[in-house]
C-alpha cells in the first residue's frame, strides 16, 4: 500500500460521509432522522408496499432499527401494517396517504437531486462511478469481515 493509496481512501471516505452528513442534515431539516428518512424513501416508491426484512434489505438498516421506525410510523398513522395471508411471520407495510402526505416532498426532492447529480455526469462517468464504487464496497466488505489483517 502507497502513500498515494492511503490518501485516496482518506479522500473517497470523507466525500462519502459528506454526503451522509448531507442526508442527515436535510433529514433533520425536515423534522426527522436520517434512517427514518431511508425507510420512508423505501416505503413511498413501494406500491405494494414491503415486508420489514426487504425494508433493511433495500436501507441496510437493523432489524431492530426498522422495527422501532415502523412502529413510530404506524403510531402516527403514516402507515399500515398488515398480515400477508401465506406467510404469517412477515407483515407487509403500506405508507398511508397521511403518510405520503408527510413524506412526499420531501423524499421527492431527495429524489429529485440525487437524480440530477447523476445526470450531470456523463454516461461513461456514471458507470465508472457505479463500476468503481461497487467494486470498492465489495473490496471493504471483504476486508472488514477478514479476521486479521494481511499486511
Known sequence: MTK???????????????????YDEYAKRHGMLMKTLLVTNALFYAQDGMTQTEICRRTF????????????????????????????RNKRVRMTD???????????????????????????????????????TKNLTRLVNQETEDM
Open 4 to 22: 498515494e493509496d492511503r490518501k485516496n481512501a482518506y479522500l473517497y471516505c470523507k466525500f462519502r460521509d459528506e454526503q451522509f452528513a448531507l
Open 61 to 88: 438498516q437493523s432489524k431492530q432499527t426498522v422495527n422501532l421506525i415502523v412502529k413510530n410510523l404506524l403510531r402516527d398513522g403514516y402507515v399500515t401494517v398488515t398480515e400477508i395471508p401465506e406467510d404469517r
Open 98 to 136: 397521511a403518510g405520503r402526505t408527510y413524506c412526499g416532498k420531501v423524499v421527492r426532492h431527495i429524489t429529485w437531486a440525487e437524480d440530477t447529480a447523476m445526470s450531470l455526469l456523463t454516461p461513461e462517468e456514471q458507470k465508472t462511478l457505479i463500476d468503481l464504487s461497487r467494486t470498492f
